[in-house]
């Protein structure tokens, strides 16, 4: 299923340099393929076929690219398997939810393509005042033009089509660097892309080293630069980018409040799938678990039990829920954080221990607010505990973090959900649900730290495109 070799796409064709690297099995370590990799010269021609393609992509017909979209969703479809295996290997995310991961590709291009044919305008009344009587106005949206994209390593098909899906959806050529743990899957997109019939240099698809990518921030001909990963190199990009527009998806450590009238059952079972699923490296994974005294000691009691029976290990294994990290030093870093917080008086409720990159399911209490497992990101399978008495003093707690991803609350009560719409500073508050929850439609990003502008498909095509007014007058008769 897997070839030795695969090469990058530059300007929509299949290229190969001196240069190559070689993407690993996540969980044994061992060789998956030998990638080739482009250098700064690849990626500036990259940049030129893509400034030369920009008029012919936006003169696409919305139904030819609907048309496109449609092909890529039917044969990832087909290629179903083939992806979740190259998936679980390259980044070593547990079968189920690399076939999880595949469905997710297929909406986005499946929505993708709808969204494609519904990229209208408005007729805006002028004559507001006296002087605009004879005047009329509307406005479309047209193509932002060539786009750069950095994508990250822990959805390697996902968030590259929530990039590339919403661009061909608009009529935007492209550039993309996917992170160099994980290229096998962007790579496996470029096979579908190089199907279609789009103008010579609407894509490029470049594994490259760090030191030679600056032109995809730097380069004013991209107009766009799209980046999602870690807030300190989001941050570093957006201020290098000069004029162009900058969409950030950045890191969280987001919290999930447990209200007194909770469904313990039924909240226990999505606070592990939240807090666990793909070994927690997920920047809206449950990391922080605020429940109400009255029914903490019972809701500890059944979350520890349920994460200690929670199968670690090789993530091809149909049964294995936890799989490894991405690599042994973020293992040891976090189990690093977790020792720390031990050490500074939490209490280990299950969990913590390690083998090479593979890190156990974990749960702690009485965390410190200042150190880095309550602060930071902690991107594993590790969740802390702790209790509250208040309400309100619940929201405070969630909206103490220089993070604003999504947030979780389980409540009956309407008026509390209604409170926490209003007042938790994140970019989506998910009611009767854990903050890990999302479909691929909907707006999606944070405030503060968690980045800037919005993903998901018909807000991404805003995003990558600009609004274009035209103002009629009418000679007077």
Not at 426 to 452: C, E, F, N, Q
Request: aromatic share 6%; net charge negative; proline share 6%.
């Amino acid at each position: 299923m897997l070839k030795e070799h695969y090469p990058y796409w530059l300007a929509g064709q299949a290229s190969s340099g001196p240069d190559e690297s070689v993407v690993l099995n996540k969980f044994n370590g061992e060789p998956v393929a030998r990638v080739a990799r482009a250098n700064r010269e690849a990626l500036l021609r990259a940049i030129g076929a893509a400034q030369a393609a920009a008029r012919p992509m936006a003169q696409l017909a919305s139904f030819e690219r609907a048309a496109g979209l449609r092909h890529c969703a039917a044969r990832f479809e087909e290629r179903a398997e083939e992806l979740a295996h190259v998936l679980c290997l390259e980044a070593g995310k547990p079968i189920r939810d690399a076939r999880g991961e595949v469905g997710r590709l297929v909406d986005t291009f499946r929505v993708a393509s709808e969204e494609a044919t519904r990229l209208g305008g408005e007729v805006l009344p002028l004559d507001v005042t006296g002087r605009a009587r004879a005047y009329r106005g509307m406005w479309k949206r047209v193509p932002i033009g060539p786009c750069g994209f950095i994508t990250p390593w822990n959805f390697p098909l996902n968030l590259v089509a929530h990039k590339v899906a919403p661009a061909l959806a608009v009529g935007n050529p492209f550039v993309l660097k996917p992170a160099s743990a994980t290229p096998l899957g962007a790579l496996l997109i470029g096979e579908v892309l190089a199907e279609l019939d789009l103008p010579s240099g609407a894509f490029s698809i470049l594994p490259c080293p760090v030191h030679d990518a600056a032109p995809l921030v730097e380069d004013e001909r991209l107009k766009l630069l799209s980046f999602t990963g870690s807030h300190q190199v989001g941050w570093d990009l957006k201020a290098r980018a000069g004029k162009k527009h900058v969409q950030l998806e950045l890191g969280g450590n987001a919290a999930c409040i447990v209200d007194e009238d909770a469904d313990l059952e039924d909240t226990v079972a999505r606070l592990v799938i939240g807090a666990f699923y793909q070994s927690g490296q997920s920047c809206i994974g449950v990391q922080r678990i605020l429940v109400h005294e009255s029914i903490f000691p019972e809701l500890k009691q059944r979350l520890v039990a349920a994460t200690a029976a929670l199968v670690s290990g090789d993530p091809l294994n149909e049964g294995t829920f936890v799989g490894p990290m991405i690599s042994e030093p973020e293992a040891q870093r976090l189990q690093g954080w977790i020792q720390q917080a031990v050490d500074e008086g939490a209490t280990l409720l299950v969990g913590g221990e390690r083998e090479g990159s593979l890190l156990q399911a974990t749960l702690l209490e009485d965390v410190p607010t200042d150190l880095p497992l309550s602060r930071e990101e902690a991107f594993g399978p590790v969740a802390i505990l702790s209790s509250f008495s208040d309400f309100d003093q619940a929201l405070a707690e969630v909206n103490n973090s220089k993070y604003g991803l999504q947030a979780g609350l389980f409540t009956r009560d309407i008026h509390k959900a209604n409170r926490a719409w209003d007042e938790l500073e994140v970019g989506a508050v998910v009611v009767g649900d854990v903050p890990s929850w999302r479909v691929d439609h909907m707006p999606y990003g944070g405030v503060k730290d968690s980045g800037l502008g919005r993903e998901g498909l018909r807000f991404a095509m805003q995003e990558q495109t600009e609004m274009r007014l035209m103002v009629i007058r009418d000679p007077e008769s």
